[in-house]
Antibody, heavy 121, light 113 residues
């Protein structure tokens, strides 16, 4: 069965960095675009970033552009999110998610349970 | 950016009743090349990840009960939950995947009256 397991969350001071990972199993990871989506406490869902199946294209929300970097290792079925210059407003539960498209032309079928990032001094 | 506006913010429906949620996009998400609406609906329950209910505006996701249906085209969309069950209590989101940044609506909380 499909499993997406995020890791790497925690408490970090403003301005510092954190790297999230998402280990994927149960589907052909290298065929599909992958996303990060977050939910701040008490707020709705916010899309963060997408990476093409082969890593050739990456797109970001304006709120994280220039600070976050999405990447993938298809040999290890793993998705990453490097988060630099973290701000208090980045505090959220971060989900990795995937759809049945090589890019982003699909709904998000598969979701992890999320990893919590708290940015606080 | 395409802004997704959902209404209402919340609604209470009797068991067995019908819930209707509206979603409007600030511009059309209908792609002329394939006549598809790049619109999805998700169900989100506390402590769980979101679940894809509907994609291409009206296609049910895998294992989604038939009481969930999506309709609409262009910029106006509707999610209908018929014969509401207790397990349908959740927040529902629409999302466009027509272009980046992908955007979600603000969510609609469905409760039992």
């Amino acid at each position: 069965q499909v499993q997406l397991v995020e890791s790497g969350g925690g408490v970090v001071q403003p301005g510092r960095s954190l790297r999230l990972s998402c280990a994927v199993s149960g589907f052909t990871f290298s065929n599909y675009g992958m996303h990060w989506v977050r939910q701040a406490p008490g707020k709705g869902l916010e899309w963060v970033a997408v990476i093409w199946f082969d890593g050739s294209h990456k797109y970001y929300a304006d709120s994280v552009k220039g600070r976050f970097t999405i990447s993938r290792d298809n040999s290890k079925n793993t998705l990453h999110l490097q988060m630099d210059s973290l701000r208090a407003e980045d505090t959220a539960l971060y989900y990795c998610a995937g759809g049945k498209d090589s890019g982003y032309d699909s709904g998000l079928d598969y979701w992890g349970q999320g990893t919590l990032v708290t940015v606080s001094s | 950016d395409i802004v997704m506006t959902q209404s209402p913010d919340s609604l209470a429906v009797s068991l067995g009743g019908t819930a209707t949620i509206s979603c409007r996009s600030s511009r059309s998400v209908l792609h002329s090349s394939n006549n598809k609406n790049y619109l999805a609906w998700y169900q989100h329950k506390p402590g769980q990840p979101p679940k894809l209910l509907i994609y291409w505006a009206s296609t049910r996701g895998s294992g989604v009960p038939g009481r969930f249906s999506g309709s609409g085209s262009g910029s106006d969309f509707t999610l209908t939950i018929s014969s509401l069950q207790a397990e349908d209590v959740a927040v529902y989101y629409c999302q466009q995947y027509y272009t980046t940044p992908l955007t979600f609506g603000g969510g609609t909380k469905v409760e039992i009256k």
